[in-house]
Every structure is written in structure tokens, then in C-alpha cells.
């Protein structure tokens, strides 16, 4: 799954970038932006919001390195600078990226709009996803780690998730009980049958396969609803002797 996105990723930015940047935008987007749409890619998907930013972002980093004739439009350039190097701190923050070799970074893209602000055409570079993507100072891959260990950690009881087993088959299933010393939780059916019994981490690496959905959007089961109607009903019919909650 994380190779897939990487992949559409790379896939998207040849297709926006221009041919050759300036070995700064080039360093900030190889190294840094496309784990950042990568992340957003996995976590929300093409076309989000969050994407959506994420590509104004990039559009306005490129638009930043092009020299402007007149001098008015200089003006206008510069001023949209600081708003830009806000949104890319926050990107850099996203992914937990190194606040030394950011800050080389953006010492770096300094000079670049410096020149561009002159209206002079900064040294360029043909733009060429590097084949092994990775944040020097953070990890994509743990962040993702984190972020699905935290999901299994945190699954409350009652809430109910659905997985798809090696051999296939899918299953849905509700916690039941999660044991405080061995973190093994059990899972059961709308009846109250065992379905499977599995680890936080266990079910974090479901997730993060792909392979199971939390089920938010249900607060209980169609057959408990129908259970609390009848009792509303039974309720209603019987004032005298309200049924036990």
C-alpha cells in the first residue's frame, strides 16, 4: 500500500513539476514534499483537502522561482513568500522532518528567491524522483506504524471493525474484551459468538495492509437497534411495568 502511493505520487509530480527547478525546490519536494503527499495520499486520499493544500503549496513553491520582469510583480512575488514558507514548516512538521537539515533547507530556497526577486533565472536541475524515497531524520513507514498502532490501541469496546482473513474470507466483528496484560482482544459476532481473538499489533498491520476498516459509522448493530425498538414498543404498551434499561 505505502509503495503504491509513493508511486502515484512520483507519478503525479513529474506530471506537475516543470522539466528542470532549482536545486532547492528540487531537495524540498524529493526529499521532504512527496512523503508529505504521500502521507495525506494514505491517510485521505487524492483530492482531500488536505491534498488539495498540499498541491496549492507546491504550486505556489514553483510559482515563487520564477523571475518576474516587472517590477511590480517582484513586489507581489515577495509578498506571498513568508504565507509559502509557512505552509512548507508545517509540511516539514507533518512528517517530523529534521529541524537542522529543514532549516539548510530553507536557508538554501532563501538565496534561490533572492535571485528570482532580481529577476534572474536560478541554476536548474532535470526533476527526477529519487528511487529511494526517505526522510532523513524521520521515517515514513513509522509514522504510519504509529499512526495504526494507535488506532488498534485505542479501539473502545463495542465498536465493531471488519477484516478480510489470509484465506479470504471477510469477517465483522466487535470488541468484546481486550486483556490488560497480554493487549489480546476478543471479538465477537452480533450474537455474542467468538469470531477471532487478536493483539493491537496484529490488527494494526490489518490496517495498514489495507486489509480492515473500522466500522465508526456503526454505533450498534442492526439487531441490538431492533432489540431497544421492540423494548421502546413493549415500553409504551406496558406503562405499568417499564422493562429494566
Not at 534561490?112 to 532535470?126: D, E, F, S, Y
Request: glycine content about 6%; some cysteine; hydrophobic content about 40%.
Amino acid at each position: 500500500r505505502l509503495s503504491q502511493a509513493r508511486q502515484a505520487v512520483d507519478e503525479y509530480l513529474t506530471r506537475l513539476l516543470p522539466a528542470a527547478v532549482p536545486a532547492p525546490v528540487y531537495q524540498i519536494v524529493d526529499e521532504v514534499w512527496r512523503d508529505v503527499m504521500t502521507l495525506i495520499l494514505l491517510r485521505e486520499g487524492e483530492g482531500s483537502n488536505e491534498w488539495n493544500k498540499a498541491v496549492r503549496v507546491l504550486e505556489r513553491l514553483i510559482d515563487s522561482i520564477i523571475p518576474r520582469a516587472d517590477p511590480e510583480e517582484r513586489q507581489i512575488q515577495m509578498a506571498k513568500i513568508p504565507l509559502l514558507l509557512a505552509d512548507l514548516r508545517r509540511g516539514f512538521a507533518s512528517i517530523s522532518y529534521d529541524s537542522g537539515r529543514a532549516a539548510m533547507m530553507f536557508k538554501q530556497l532563501q538565496q534561490c528567491h533572492v535571485t528570482t526577486l532580481r529577476g534572474l533565472q536560478p541554476a536548474t536541475m532535470k526533476y527526477q524522483p529519487h528511487e529511494k524515497a526517505g526522510m532523513e531524520g524521520g521515517n515514513l513507514e513509522e509514522i504510519l506504524s504509529d499512526e495504526f498502532m494507535q488506532q488498534a490501541s485505542e479501539l473502545k469496546q463495542g465498536q465493531w471493525i471488519t477484516w478480510t482473513t489470509g484465506a479470504g474470507k471477510e469477517l465483522r466483528g466487535k470488541l468484546s474484551w481486550r486483556s490488560e496484560v497480554t493487549d489480546l482482544m476478543l471479538f465477537v459476532d452480533l450474537r455474542g459468538r467468538r469470531v477471532a481473538e487478536m493483539s493491537s499489533s496484529e490488527l494494526a498491520d490489518l490496517l495498514r495492509s489495507g486489509r480492515a476498516t473500522l466500522l465508526t459509522s456503526i454505533d450498534r448493530p442492526i439487531i441490538e437497534r431492533a432489540l431497544a425498538a421492540i423494548y421502546n414498543t413493549l415500553t409504551r404498551q406496558m406503562p405499568g411495568h417499564a422493562l429494566p434499561a
